[in-house]
């Protein structure tokens, strides 16, 4: 994961998971107000249970910075953390591989630079256009086997932001496509199903298939929130 973060634990007690109904989602954690720094959460990962939590702050003068401000839910407990852990470094190993654990799924990306065309002026003109407009356009896509993950203009995904394999016994992945829903499908890509709308991020699937972390930037960045999605059983086997 990324070195330059600031990393919140999050300890999840085991009433967590009992305390809500398959399908729910379910809100841990919400990171804001100034500490935040004009930060962003850019990880989330799991070490044998306990949900981490990763930001980079950043501050006016451009330092990065392990400020971050939690409310943790109920039967939480947030504690900051210097580095990630070995085990948080190996999960996220696993969660950002472009090859499922399984060795099933395979992970591929395509780029594309188009610039848009405007008008119906000179060929010379409407290039001039074009690039009043902001010029290129690069499109990435990611893909596995036949279906689409997720598709984005102008930042290319980094490995692991938008998707998550499953434990290895399950044979699955979670991604988020392009408007933010959350779909989980087989480690080949077949029977791709979505699970919620919204505008999702860095889903991460617990070590014991129980359940997904996911993260949701709200009020235009300067509020995170950390939720857990309670999975129905037909994906917990």
């Known amino acids: ?21 398959s399908g729910d989602k379910e809100l ?32 006016t003068d451009g330092t990065r910075s392990a400020r971050y401000f939690t409310v943790p839910g109920p039967r939480m407990k947030v504690v900051p953390l210097p580095v990630a852990s070995p085990g948080v470094e190996r999960y996220w190993a ?23 065309m405007y008008g119906i002026a000179s060929q010379e003109q409407r290039l001039l256009d074009a690039m009043d407009m902001g010029g290129t356009r690069m499109t990435y896509e990611l893909r596995l086997g036949a279906l689409l993950l997720h598709r984005r203009f102008n930042v290319a995904p980094y490995d692991g932001e938008v998707w998550s394999w499953s434990p290895p016994q399950l044979g699955r992945i979670a991604y988020v496509d392009e408007k933010g829903a959350l779909w989980i499908a087989l480690a080949d890509g077949r ?4 699970l919620l709308k919204g505008t999702f991020t860095l889903p991460a699937w617990s070590e014991d298939g129980l359940v997904l972390a996911i993260a949701e930037r709200k009020d235009d960045g300067a509020k995170w929130e950390v939720s857990v999605i309670h999975l ?4 917990r086997r």
Request: aromatic share 2%.
């Open 1 to 21: 994961m990324h070195r330059t973060i600031s990393i919140a634990l999050l300890l999840l007690g085991a009433g967590l998971t009992l305390g809500a109904q």
């Open 28 to 59: 841990v954690a919400t990171i804001s107000g100034p500490t935040l720094s004009r930060g962003i959460v850019s990880g989330l990962a799991w070490d044998g249970g306990t949900l981490v939590i990763q930001t980079i702050a950043i501050a």
């Open 94 to 116: 696993m969660k950002a591989n472009r090859v499922s654990p399984s060795g099933i799924g395979r992970i591929t990306s395509a780029d594309d630079a188009k610039l848009p």
């Open 191 to 194: 029977g791709a199903e979505r």
């Open 232 to 235: 129905p059983e037909k994906y």
